[in-house]
Structure formats: C-alpha cells, structure tokens
C-alpha cells in the first residue's frame, strides 16, 4: 500500500480541554506522521491556542500570509477625514502597489468621498402552503406580525434589533425578508436564531406546511439581491482624478479610461455577473484576510458597480458602490492576534468602528480599481506583474 493510499487515524480530540496544549500537540504529532513534514510553521503562533475556541475544531495551529501595507489612504468619510495606511494579507506580487498608486492617483485632485447609504442584514426564510391563493392569505398575516417579531427578536439580543419584514410570493411559496440592525457584528448568528424562532411562530399563525429559515439562501453567494437591495454595509465613495495626474503618474487619459469602462460593461453584461468591477475581490480579500473576517463573504461583498466618466472640465470621476460589505469590528476572528492589531492599524478595532471599516473598503476598492484600469489602458499591467509579482521570482530586486 502506498503512503498516499494509506489507511490515517481519526484526528485526536479531548473532550475537557480541546485546545489545551496536549490535545494540540496530538494532532500535531497525528500530522507530522502522516505527512513527513515537521510543520513548524504551522505549529509556531503567538496567538494562545485557547482564543481559536468557537472559531475552529480540531485547531492545530496557524496558516501564514503574507502580509504589506498599502498606503497612505485619504478620503473624506462621513465621520470626517481619514488618514491611514491599509493592511493585505497576499501573495499576489503587484497587488499592494497597485492599491498604493491607486490611492497616490485618487488623492491627487477632490480626493475620495465615501458615504454609508445602508445598514442591514437581511435573511430570507420560507413558507410553503397549499396553493398560490393560500401563500397570498399568508403573505398578509406575516407582514401584520411585524411588531410581534420585533419583540421575538429583543428577548434574544441587547446588540440587535428587527428593522423590518416583507414578503414575496413565488406560486405557492412565500419568501420572507427579514433586516436586522447587528451593532459593529456581522450578526449572522443573532439575526439566523432570530429569523428561526420568527419563522416557527409565522408558520403557526399561517398553517405552513413547510418552513426553511434558509429558504432562499443568499448566504455567502453571489446575487442579485445583493446587487440591488444590498445586504451589511452598503457605501458609496467617488473623486475626481485631474487629467494631468493620469498622464504623469499612470501615462494614460480620462478618454481611455472612459472607453475601457464602457466596454467592459459590454462585457459584464454578457456574463450575466453582479460584480461590476474590475479588482474588487483582490482588495477586499486581501484587508478581510488581514484583518480577521470571514472570507467566504467576498462573494457577496465584491458586488458592486464601477463609474468612470468625463466631468465639466475634462478630467476623470471616478465612482464605486459596495452594496454588501459583510464585515464586523467586534465578534468572530476580529479580536484576537494579528487581526486586532490590523484593525487597530486602521482605527478600526472594537465597537462603533464598523462604519469606519466599511468607508476604507470602499475607498480601497476605488483606488485598486483605477490604478488597474490605468495600467491596462497604458498597456503596463503584464510588465508590472512580469517585473514585481511571482512570474519570474528570480528577478525580482
């Protein structure tokens, strides 16, 4: 029997104290012995093993990224100014200076204005009747609940709050949407008790025949909803770039920016995508990552629309909006270890920063997105990979 088709033993646990360091150390020693490989750094952390309780299972360790600054970002925020240097955890070579330059070319004229325009996390259960007559009887009875619902949701949270319920009926089936208010949290485990114990009264009230808290499941997907309703954070940011920085500091022009733009929304629209944007995904994956956040939200959270278009005076304004940031300053891996630090780095870590975050992550997705269009307008962008990401490593100075 070869190593690779060889039968390995169930990951060892300890039932008292799972993170304690002889459970760690087993597993450890499990891998070692199944790999070869002393995994030392996987094994090495100055993060205590006991702050991954309710984070992780079966915790052997830490994954190691690396991790770059881009910077300085400025921009206008609804708070006021904001100064700061922004955090990627990456191994995409070029990346971080990009967003650097980006943000170097933004600042040049208006400089970025950002604005939070929603806040609300929104699921959307199911209910089944009968027929389609039933659902719309159904329909009714669930949006009269509402301040019923709301007191359902108080008696489960000091830190969240049920904005509001509506309703739409598919045929038979009744899709509910629920927004929460969740504090500086995502809130994705408040606002699902919430909606399960909303929906189970629901489902009394109407005679249901069946009900699914995660009916329609926009969770950590991409989707239309999220394109148009919005679903966190949803915030805008623009600036005006001067011609005279574009052609000194990116060697290209507002016109060539404006055409690339509309082609590709030829494109975008072929694809049938929700992502109207052109790197949104590397910034934001690259600040959550640094800064401890739940990654699998980038789906959702790379939604978003670009705007590149001629002002009065013949320079470029440049527009980006995020409709669903899904993000959070306090709970979940925010709090510990690097990721603490990263969002103190930011100004953002702990309660009532999470607005703050959201404005940077806007602010960043706008400067990586003009400095990318510039480079592929003035035909740089291959030479800049080819001369400072991981094509040619050898060469690199």
Known sequence: MTSEARELPRVPR?????????????????????????????????????????????????????????????????????????????????????????????????????????????????????????????????????????????????????ESLATEVIGRRVILRLVFATGDAIGINMASRATDLCLRELARRTGALEQHVHGQDVEKRANARAFVEGRGRSVVADCVVPREALAGLARTTPEALVAIQRSYTTGFAQLGTQNWLVQAANGLAGVLLACGQDLAYLTESATGMLDLELDANGDLYVAVTLPSLLIGTVGGGSGQGTARECLELLGCAGSGKVRRFAQILAATVLAGDLSLMAAFTANEFTDAHERLGRNRPEARA
């Open 14 to 162: 300890d039932k008292d104290d799972d993170y304690g360091a002889e459970a760690v150390a087993a597993r450890l020693a499990v891998l070692r012995e199944a790999c070869g490989a002393e995994l030392t750094h996987v094994a090495a952390g100055s993060v205590p093993a006991a702050e991954a309780r309710g984070k992780v299972e079966n915790f052997v360790g830490h994954a190691q990224v690396p991790l770059g600054v881009a910077g300085p970002l400025e921009f206008e925020s609804d708070e006021g100014p904001v100064r700061v240097y922004v955090p990627m955890a990456t191994t995409e070579g070029a990346m971080v200076a990009s967003y650097s330059r980006g943000m170097r070319l933004a600042a040049s004229g208006s400089g970025i204005r950002t604005r939070v325009v929603r806040d609300g996390l929104s699921q959307h259960p199911m209910l089944v009747f009968a027929d389609a007559a039933s659902a719309c009887a159904a329909a009714r009875v669930c949006e009269a609940a509402l301040e019923d619902c709301r007191a359902i949701t108080k008696g489960i949270t000091t830190h969240g709050a049920l």
